[in-house]
């Protein structure tokens, strides 16, 4: 009978695997197309609104992620918005002080990324909770989103316009599916166990090479040969970040307690489940490719 029940047991689990695979594949097959027409089509203030309202539901997340109470929670959400309501105000009013505004935010955008980095850095039993509790904690959710939101609206305000943003998510979505094939078919040692069990070092490599040779190709393909590498390094730099960003919001749904950040997408968690390197990296895409202009 015990035999019985854990045959039970076992077909069990593996019929709500597969129900799980379904979801996430039924979800990104609706998700997908979704994004890569609005992208293609709609104007920079749209796109802009649309990603800034997504960004709205991940600080209600975020809110969730560093235990933050109604007020604190509710605040940051409000704060979010009203940012994103200025950046389509410049796309539509204001483009003369756009790029001024679009540098600001930015650059918050990267400051949040190295606090991230170095939360994670620092040896067990010298962190205060203090730092990422409340309003410390609010105020660099804040900082994390409008870096975010400044970088969609500058990239779909630019040449290219929704085309760069698209590229942009592409490249994120690589270092993710890459380090996911690779960590699965191959597994090997762990990156942070203690905070992300199923990152394997292997898997994190593969994701920085596939974007380092997609950005490359990338280069190549809109600018001109000799970008192979520049662009190739940008590709692997921003690979590094959203994979640090990825731990990010692994480390603070372990403190949490939580298994996803929401319930947003089915069969994939939150918008944070989905966005989180893609949310840190985005800031080191405008910057880079601004980077890229100057020296050009």
Request: net charge positive.
């Amino acid at each position: 009978m015990a035999a019985f029940d854990t045959s039970n047991a076992d077909s069990g689990g593996a019929a709500r695997r597969r129900l799980e695979l379904i979801k996430r594949v039924a979800t990104a097959a609706i998700a997908i197309p979704l994004v890569v027409a609005g992208l293609l089509l709609l104007p920079a203030s749209v796109i802009t609104a649309i990603f800034g309202l997504i960004m709205a539901v991940g600080a209600r997340e975020w809110g969730r992620l560093i235990g933050a109470g109604g007020l604190v929670s509710h605040a940051l959400v409000i704060t979010i918005i009203a940012v994103v309501v200025v950046y389509v105000g410049v796309i539509i009013g204001a483009p003369a002080i756009s790029s001024t505004v679009y540098t600001v935010g930015v650059l918050l955008g990267v400051f949040a990324s190295l606090v991230g980095i170095w939360l994670l850095m620092r040896p067990r039993g010298m962190f205060s909770q203090r730092l990422i509790q409340g309003w410390p904690g609010s105020v660099w959710g804040i900082c994390v989103f409008t870096g975010a939101v400044a970088t969609v609206a500058a990239l779909s305000s630019d040449v290219g316009g929704g085309g760069l943003v698209l590229a942009f998510f592409v490249l994120i979505w690589l270092v993710d599916s890459a380090g996911f094939i690779a960590g699965k078919s191959i597994g090997g040692r762990k990156l942070i166990p203690t905070i992300s069990p199923g990152k394997t070092i292997v898997g994190a490599v593969a994701g920085v090479v596939v974007a380092a040779a997609a950005a490359a190709i990338y280069g190549v393909a809109t600018a001109s040969a000799g970008a192979f590498i520049v662009f190739g390094l940008v590709g692997a730099v921003l690979a590094i970040v959203a994979i640090w960003g990825d731990l990010t919001i692994s480390f603070l749904k372990r403190r949490a307690g939580l298994a996803d950040t929401g319930a947003l997408f089915p069969g994939h968690g939150g918008m944070l489940d989905r966005f989180d390197g893609l949310v840190f990296a985005a800031p080191w895409c405008a910057l880079l490719l601004q980077w890229l202009t100057v020296s050009a």
